[in-house]
Protein backbone atom coordinates (compact mmCIF):
# COMPACT_ATOMS: atom_id res chain seq x y z
CA UNK A 1 0.00 0.00 0.00
CA UNK A 2 3.41 1.88 -0.15
CA UNK A 3 1.96 5.72 -1.69
CA UNK A 4 -1.60 5.37 -0.87
CA UNK A 5 -3.71 6.26 1.61
CA UNK A 6 -2.70 9.89 1.26
CA UNK A 7 -4.95 11.07 4.07
CA UNK A 8 -4.09 8.53 6.98
CA UNK A 9 -1.12 8.52 9.53
CA UNK A 10 0.85 8.10 6.75
CA UNK A 11 -0.40 10.73 4.90
CA UNK A 12 -0.91 13.12 8.07
CA UNK A 13 -4.74 13.71 8.56
CA UNK A 14 -5.41 13.40 12.02
CA UNK A 15 -8.57 13.60 13.62
CA UNK A 16 -9.79 16.20 15.84
CA UNK A 17 -10.84 14.67 19.54
CA UNK A 18 -11.19 16.21 23.45
CA UNK A 19 -7.85 14.65 24.98
CA UNK A 20 -7.56 14.62 28.82
CA UNK A 21 -6.73 17.78 30.42
CA UNK A 22 -2.79 17.92 30.42
CA UNK A 23 -2.25 15.78 27.77
CA UNK A 24 -2.98 17.66 24.77
CA UNK A 25 -6.29 19.38 25.98
CA UNK A 26 -9.65 19.66 24.35
CA UNK A 27 -8.98 20.32 20.39
CA UNK A 28 -6.16 17.55 20.41
CA UNK A 29 -6.29 16.36 17.02
CA UNK A 30 -5.76 12.41 16.28
CA UNK A 31 -6.48 10.07 14.03
CA UNK A 32 -9.27 7.45 14.87
CA UNK A 33 -8.01 3.73 13.59
CA UNK A 34 -9.68 0.30 13.83
CA UNK A 35 -6.82 -2.37 13.04
CA UNK A 36 -7.66 -6.21 13.01
CA UNK A 37 -5.28 -8.84 14.00
CA UNK A 38 -6.04 -11.92 12.42
CA UNK A 39 -3.40 -13.83 14.32
CA UNK A 40 -2.77 -17.23 12.87
CA UNK A 41 -6.22 -17.77 11.35
CA UNK A 42 -7.39 -17.80 8.07
CA UNK A 43 -5.92 -19.46 4.48
CA UNK A 44 -5.30 -17.79 1.37
CA UNK A 45 -8.39 -18.18 -0.17
CA UNK A 46 -10.88 -17.18 3.03
CA UNK A 47 -8.26 -14.40 3.11
CA UNK A 48 -8.78 -13.56 -0.04
CA UNK A 49 -12.67 -13.36 0.09
CA UNK A 50 -12.81 -11.45 3.05
CA UNK A 51 -10.59 -8.90 1.09
CA UNK A 52 -13.31 -8.23 -1.21
CA UNK A 53 -15.87 -8.32 1.23
CA UNK A 54 -14.13 -5.64 3.49
CA UNK A 55 -13.64 -3.80 0.28
CA UNK A 56 -17.38 -4.09 -0.58
CA UNK A 57 -18.71 -3.03 2.66
CA UNK A 58 -16.43 -0.11 2.72
CA UNK A 59 -17.34 0.91 -0.57
CA UNK A 60 -20.65 0.80 -0.05
CA UNK A 61 -20.31 3.07 3.08
CA UNK A 62 -19.35 5.13 0.99
CA UNK A 63 -16.17 5.98 1.97
CA UNK A 64 -18.12 9.00 4.02
CA UNK A 65 -17.41 8.58 7.60
CA UNK A 66 -15.21 5.50 7.72
CA UNK A 67 -11.69 6.05 5.34
CA UNK A 68 -9.21 9.04 4.88
CA UNK A 69 -10.87 9.14 1.37
CA UNK A 70 -13.42 11.06 3.14
CA UNK A 71 -13.60 15.06 2.10
CA UNK A 72 -13.00 15.98 5.91
CA UNK A 73 -9.94 13.79 6.52
CA UNK A 74 -10.85 14.56 10.14
CA UNK A 75 -13.47 12.40 9.99
CA UNK A 76 -12.12 8.89 8.39
CA UNK A 77 -11.21 5.87 10.47
CA UNK A 78 -7.85 4.37 9.51
CA UNK A 79 -8.64 0.81 8.31
CA UNK A 80 -5.58 -1.44 8.96
CA UNK A 81 -5.37 -5.55 8.86
CA UNK A 82 -2.67 -7.78 10.53
CA UNK A 83 -2.02 -11.12 8.51
CA UNK A 84 -0.02 -13.68 9.39
CA UNK A 85 3.48 -13.09 7.28
CA UNK A 86 2.34 -15.64 4.45
CA UNK A 87 -1.14 -13.72 3.49
CA UNK A 88 0.56 -10.55 3.46
CA UNK A 89 2.14 -9.89 -0.23
CA UNK A 90 -1.92 -11.54 -1.18
CA UNK A 91 -3.66 -9.47 1.38
CA UNK A 92 -1.66 -6.03 0.15
CA UNK A 93 -2.11 -7.15 -3.30
CA UNK A 94 -6.21 -7.15 -2.72
CA UNK A 95 -6.56 -4.21 -1.01
CA UNK A 96 -4.22 -2.67 -3.53
CA UNK A 97 -6.25 0.77 -4.00
CA UNK A 98 -7.95 0.57 -0.92
CA UNK A 99 -7.72 2.67 2.28
CA UNK A 100 -6.59 -0.40 4.41
CA UNK A 101 -3.44 -0.55 5.48
CA UNK A 102 -1.56 -3.81 5.88
CA UNK A 103 1.08 -4.50 8.77
CA UNK A 104 3.06 -6.77 10.19
CA UNK A 105 2.26 -9.03 14.00
CA UNK A 106 5.68 -9.34 14.88
CA UNK A 107 9.25 -8.01 13.66
CA UNK A 108 12.95 -8.33 14.58
CA UNK A 109 14.61 -5.99 15.76
CA UNK A 110 17.87 -6.61 12.99
CA UNK A 111 17.65 -5.35 9.68
CA UNK A 112 19.15 -8.63 8.44
CA UNK A 113 21.00 -12.02 9.39
CA UNK A 114 20.88 -15.76 10.81
CA UNK A 115 17.55 -15.71 12.61
CA UNK A 116 15.89 -18.55 11.09
CA UNK A 117 12.05 -17.82 11.68
CA UNK A 118 12.13 -14.12 12.18
CA UNK A 119 11.19 -11.26 9.62
CA UNK A 120 13.06 -7.52 9.98
CA UNK A 121 11.31 -4.53 9.38
CA UNK A 122 12.66 -4.09 5.37
CA UNK A 123 11.01 -7.17 4.84
CA UNK A 124 8.07 -5.91 5.87
CA UNK A 125 8.44 -2.92 4.20
CA UNK A 126 9.36 -4.57 0.96
CA UNK A 127 6.31 -6.50 1.05
CA UNK A 128 4.12 -3.74 1.41
CA UNK A 129 3.32 -3.13 5.01
CA UNK A 130 3.16 0.28 6.61
CA UNK A 131 2.30 -1.57 10.30
CA UNK A 132 3.86 -3.59 12.77
CA UNK A 133 2.45 -4.53 16.05
CA UNK A 134 4.78 -4.51 19.20
CA UNK A 135 4.74 -6.52 22.58
CA UNK A 136 1.09 -8.30 21.55
CA UNK A 137 0.62 -10.17 24.89
CA UNK A 138 0.37 -13.27 22.79
CA UNK A 139 4.07 -12.66 21.98
CA UNK A 140 5.06 -11.87 25.54
CA UNK A 141 3.33 -14.96 26.40
CA UNK A 142 4.49 -17.61 23.77
CA UNK A 143 7.97 -16.27 23.35
CA UNK A 144 8.91 -14.66 26.62
CA UNK A 145 9.64 -11.35 24.96
CA UNK A 146 10.82 -8.57 27.61
CA UNK A 147 9.78 -5.12 27.38
CA UNK A 148 13.66 -4.19 25.98
CA UNK A 149 13.18 -6.69 23.23
CA UNK A 150 9.86 -5.10 22.34
CA UNK A 151 11.61 -1.52 22.66
CA UNK A 152 14.07 -2.65 19.93
CA UNK A 153 11.86 -4.28 17.53
CA UNK A 154 9.65 -0.69 17.85
CA UNK A 155 12.62 1.19 17.52
CA UNK A 156 13.71 -0.93 14.36
CA UNK A 157 10.08 -0.13 12.97
CA UNK A 158 10.01 3.45 13.63
CA UNK A 159 13.38 2.98 11.75
CA UNK A 160 12.54 1.36 8.37
CA UNK A 161 9.18 3.56 8.19
CA UNK A 162 6.82 1.35 9.78
CA UNK A 163 4.39 3.05 12.47
CA UNK A 164 4.61 1.20 15.92
CA UNK A 165 1.80 -0.17 17.53
CA UNK A 166 2.99 -0.73 21.36
CA UNK A 167 1.15 -3.14 23.04
CA UNK A 168 0.54 -2.49 26.60
CA UNK A 169 -1.63 -4.16 29.28
CA UNK A 170 -2.12 -6.52 33.04
CA UNK A 171 -3.30 -10.11 33.38
CA UNK A 172 -6.20 -10.54 35.56
CA UNK A 173 -3.61 -11.80 38.77
CA UNK A 174 -1.84 -7.70 38.09
CA UNK A 175 -5.18 -6.18 38.16
CA UNK A 176 -6.27 -7.86 41.40
CA UNK A 177 -3.01 -7.45 43.06
CA UNK A 178 -3.46 -3.73 42.13
CA UNK A 179 -0.40 -3.54 40.31
CA UNK A 180 -2.06 -2.10 36.72
CA UNK A 181 -0.43 1.28 36.66
CA UNK A 182 2.75 0.41 37.84
CA UNK A 183 3.06 -2.76 34.68
CA UNK A 184 1.46 -0.06 32.36
CA UNK A 185 3.83 2.30 33.82
CA UNK A 186 6.95 0.13 33.00
CA UNK A 187 5.70 -1.44 29.05
CA UNK A 188 5.17 2.24 28.29
CA UNK A 189 8.60 3.84 29.65
CA UNK A 190 10.41 0.81 28.52
CA UNK A 191 8.94 -0.01 25.00
CA UNK A 192 9.38 3.88 24.51
CA UNK A 193 12.74 3.91 25.61
CA UNK A 194 14.80 4.00 22.29
CA UNK A 195 11.81 5.17 20.31
CA UNK A 196 13.17 8.39 18.44
CA UNK A 197 10.68 10.16 20.04
CA UNK A 198 12.25 9.33 23.33
CA UNK A 199 15.59 10.21 22.16
CA UNK A 200 15.52 13.74 20.67
CA UNK A 201 12.27 13.71 17.97
CA UNK A 202 10.59 15.61 20.38
CA UNK A 203 10.33 18.41 17.93
CA UNK A 204 8.58 15.87 15.72
CA UNK A 205 5.90 14.56 18.09
CA UNK A 206 5.14 18.14 19.60
CA UNK A 207 4.52 18.97 15.92
CA UNK A 208 1.22 16.69 15.44
CA UNK A 209 2.69 13.78 14.09
CA UNK A 210 3.08 11.65 16.37
CA UNK A 211 0.12 9.06 15.17
CA UNK A 212 2.87 8.75 12.49
CA UNK A 213 5.41 7.82 14.98
CA UNK A 214 3.55 5.55 17.31
CA UNK A 215 0.59 4.17 18.72
CA UNK A 216 0.00 2.30 22.09
CA UNK A 217 -2.80 -0.38 21.93
CA UNK A 218 -3.84 -1.01 25.72
CA UNK A 219 -5.03 -4.69 25.84
CA UNK A 220 -5.53 -5.65 29.37
CA UNK A 221 -4.40 -9.63 29.00
CA UNK A 222 -7.52 -10.81 30.94
CA UNK A 223 -10.28 -9.10 28.14
CA UNK A 224 -8.42 -11.02 25.62
CA UNK A 225 -10.07 -13.73 23.61
CA UNK A 226 -12.09 -14.07 26.78
CA UNK A 227 -15.44 -12.56 25.92
CA UNK A 228 -15.06 -9.82 29.04
CA UNK A 229 -14.46 -6.55 27.93
CA UNK A 230 -13.05 -3.36 30.12
CA UNK A 231 -15.76 -1.36 30.84
CA UNK A 232 -15.84 2.15 29.46
CA UNK A 233 -14.91 3.62 32.73
CA UNK A 234 -11.62 1.22 33.21
CA UNK A 235 -10.19 1.71 29.71
CA UNK A 236 -10.81 5.46 30.03
CA UNK A 237 -8.72 5.24 33.14
CA UNK A 238 -6.13 3.42 31.71
CA UNK A 239 -5.86 5.44 28.11
CA UNK A 240 -6.20 8.90 30.38
CA UNK A 241 -3.08 6.94 32.39
CA UNK A 242 -1.50 6.20 29.36
CA UNK A 243 -1.57 9.25 27.72
CA UNK A 244 0.27 10.94 30.90
CA UNK A 245 2.98 8.19 30.56
CA UNK A 246 3.57 9.28 26.95
CA UNK A 247 3.56 12.54 27.93
CA UNK A 248 6.52 11.77 30.93
CA UNK A 249 8.53 9.27 28.84
CA UNK A 250 9.00 11.43 25.79
CA UNK A 251 8.85 14.65 27.41
CA UNK A 252 6.33 16.68 25.06
CA UNK A 253 2.16 16.80 24.98
CA UNK A 254 0.89 13.29 23.88
CA UNK A 255 -2.47 14.61 22.57
CA UNK A 256 -1.87 13.88 19.06
CA UNK A 257 -0.85 9.96 20.04
CA UNK A 258 -3.82 7.93 19.01
CA UNK A 259 -4.32 5.29 21.35
CA UNK A 260 -6.48 1.80 20.93
CA UNK A 261 -8.41 -0.44 22.93
CA UNK A 262 -7.73 -3.83 22.32
CA UNK A 263 -9.80 -7.09 24.42
CA UNK A 264 -13.25 -8.78 23.07
CA UNK A 265 -14.53 -5.60 21.00
CA UNK A 266 -17.22 -6.30 19.34
CA UNK A 267 -19.76 -4.38 17.52
CA UNK A 268 -21.94 -4.24 20.61
CA UNK A 269 -19.47 -2.89 22.86
CA UNK A 270 -17.33 -0.76 20.44
CA UNK A 271 -19.93 2.14 20.85
CA UNK A 272 -19.57 2.65 24.41
CA UNK A 273 -15.87 2.31 24.50
CA UNK A 274 -15.33 4.83 21.45
CA UNK A 275 -17.12 7.34 23.34
CA UNK A 276 -14.47 7.96 25.85
CA UNK A 277 -12.42 11.18 25.58
CA UNK A 278 -8.95 8.88 25.54
CA UNK A 279 -10.10 5.95 23.33
CA UNK A 280 -9.30 6.59 19.33
CA UNK A 281 -9.90 3.38 18.34
CA UNK A 282 -9.81 -0.61 18.22
CA UNK A 283 -7.44 -3.38 17.86
CA UNK A 284 -9.84 -6.52 17.11
CA UNK A 285 -8.99 -10.06 17.09
CA UNK A 286 -11.89 -12.44 17.00
CA UNK A 287 -14.40 -9.92 16.03
CA UNK A 288 -11.89 -8.71 12.77
CA UNK A 289 -12.11 -12.69 11.41
CA UNK A 290 -15.98 -11.95 10.40
CA UNK A 291 -15.81 -9.38 7.62
CA UNK A 292 -19.59 -7.94 8.61
CA UNK A 293 -18.38 -7.54 12.75
CA UNK A 294 -15.57 -5.70 11.46
CA UNK A 295 -17.04 -3.25 9.72
CA UNK A 296 -19.88 -2.87 12.03
CA UNK A 297 -16.95 -2.01 14.46
CA UNK A 298 -15.13 0.64 11.86
CA UNK A 299 -18.84 1.98 11.38
CA UNK A 300 -19.51 2.84 14.66
CA UNK A 301 -15.79 4.08 15.45
CA UNK A 302 -16.41 7.21 12.81
P1 LIG B 1 -9.68 -10.30 20.89
O1 LIG B 1 -8.13 -10.07 20.62
O2 LIG B 1 -10.43 -9.18 20.23
O3 LIG B 1 -9.98 -11.63 20.28
O4 LIG B 1 -9.88 -10.28 22.37
C1 LIG B 1 -7.56 -8.78 20.65
C2 LIG B 1 -6.09 -8.86 20.42
O5 LIG B 1 -5.44 -9.82 20.87
O6 LIG B 1 -5.50 -7.98 19.75
Not at 66 to 91: E, K, R, Y
Not at 112 to 136: F, I, Y
Not at 171 to 199: D, K, W
Request: aromatic share 4%.
Amino acid sequence: MSGEGGGGPHGGGEAPRGGSAGNGGPGARRRRIVAGNWKMHLLGAAAAAYCAELRRGLAAADGSALTPASPDPGAGVQVVLFPSFPLIPAVVRDLAGSEVEVGGQDLHPAERGAHTGDVSAPQLADAGCRWALCGHSERRRDHGESDELIARKLAAAARHGLTPVLCVGETREQREAGETFAVLERQLRTGLASHPAAAGAAVALAAGTAAALVVVAYEPVWAIGTGLTASPETAQEAHDFLRRGICSATGVAAGGVTLLYGGSVTPANAAGLIAQPDVDGFLVGGASLDPGQFLAIIACSG
